[in-house]
């Protein structure tokens, strides 16, 4: 089984900054690209950020210059620091790590599936 869990969502003014984590654990062989992705209510879900497993990292128009992602791989981790918050970044963001399981590795699997966070609040207020 696999969990990813979040946390660092919450209630910020206009102009303000936030830190988003998320921890992937479980029966993990490999993690591969992990990234984060949001939802307004009424929106789909959009891609925010991703970040490889080389750390390359890419992000969606309306967050570069502001949002920044990074891991830490020793502690299967990623993280989105989010500066100059505006109300329109107020969405639940949604954690995702494409990874390959212990058991898809002992079956020969190499390509892994996409698992997902319960997802995190984020509200900025004007």
């Known amino acids: 089984q696999v969990q990813l869990v979040e946390s660092g969502g919450g209630l910020v003014q206009a102009g303000g900054s936030l830190r988003l984590s998320c921890t992937a654990s479980?029966?993990?062989?490999?993690?591969?690209?992990m990234g984060w992705y949001r939802q307004a209510p009424g929106n789909q879900r959009d891609l925010v950020a991703t970040i490889t497993s080389g750390g390359s990292t890419s992000y969606s128009d309306s967050e570069k210059g502001r949002f920044s992602i990074s891991r830490d791989h020793a502690k299967n981790t990623v993280y989105l620091q989010m500066n100059s918050l505006k109300p329109e970044d107020t969405a639940v963001y949604y954690c995702?790590?494409?990874?390959?399981?212990?058991?898809?590795?002992?079956?020969?699997?190499?390509?892994?599936?996409?698992?997902w966070g319960q997802g995190t609040q984020v509200t900025v207020s004007s």
């Open positions: 479980g029966s993990i062989y490999r993690t591969n690209a």
């Open positions: 995702y790590a494409h990874l390959v399981t212990i058991a898809q590795a002992m079956s020969g699997a190499i390509v892994g599936h996409d698992y």
